[in-house]
């Protein structure tokens, strides 16, 4: 069977969080990013307006943060 991993879930009355996980040289981190109802709201606008998922649209985003080094500063290292 394979590997299964724990995943953490929100608090039933706590805010929405999206957990990223980075692979890097064999090394795993994941960072949870708490989302107000706002910021759900506009992502799924945004998302709508590109024809994307909100998965898709935080890929999107995660990349370009990547590729202009900012990505510790997102994630607060």
């Known amino acids: 069977m394979g590997e299964q991993k ?5 608090e039933a009355c706590g805010a929405p969080v ?6 890097y040289r064999g090394k795993e981190r994941t960072a949870d990013i708490p989302l107000s ?14 024809d ?11 990349v370009a943060a990547i590729n202009k080094d900012m990505i510790h500063k ?4």
């Open 6 to 10: 724990e995943v953490s879930q929100p």
């Open 37 to 50: 109802s706002a910021e759900i709201e506009v992502l799924a606008l945004e998302a709508t307006s590109r």
């Open 74 to 77: 997102m994630l607060g290292d």
């Open 52 to 62: 994307l998922a909100i998965a898709e649209l935080l890929g999107q985003i995660l």
């Open 18 to 23: 999206v957990a990223i996980t980075m692979r």
